[in-house]
């Protein structure tokens, strides 16, 4: 069964970085594009980047986020830098069922990212 498994959420001052990691336990790793997603308290889910054929980034977090594949390791990684009260929220690794993450085949359980001002 696909797992992913997510780490490194935890709290941070703004202008603060974070890593995040998700090791997934899927046979054909290399072949996925995977993504992570964010939900604020009171907002829906979005997407905030993804990485397979293409590398894709919300606006928001253009230019302060950065997503890598270890393909070795089965491992996708989230590095947040100058990160801002708004980045709080639950971030979730995705691994995704099409290029562009519209439809995912599994979620990770969630990892909680405090940013404080």
């Known amino acids: 069964q696909v797992q992913l498994a997510e780490s490194g959420g935890g709290l941070v001052q703004a202008g603060g970085s974070m890593r995040l990691s998700c090791a997934a336990s899927?046979?054909?790793?290399?072949?996925?594009?995977m993504g992570w997603f964010r939900q604020a308290p009171g907002k829906e889910r979005e997407l905030v980047t993804y990485?397979?054929?293409?590398?894709y980034y919300a606006d928001s977090v253009k230019g302060r986020f950065t997503i890598s594949k270890d393909d070795a390791k089965n491992t996708v990684f989230l590095q947040m830098n100058s990160l801002k009260p708004e980045d709080t929220a639950v971030y979730y690794c995705?691994?995704?069922?099409?290029?562009?993450?519209?439809?995912?085949?599994?979620w990770g359980q969630g990892t909680q990212v405090t940013v404080s001002s």
């Open positions: 995705a691994a995704c069922a099409d290029s562009s993450c519209r439809l995912i085949a599994r």
């Open positions: 899927l046979r054909t790793f290399s072949g996925y594009t």
């Open positions: 990485i397979g054929g293409s590398t």
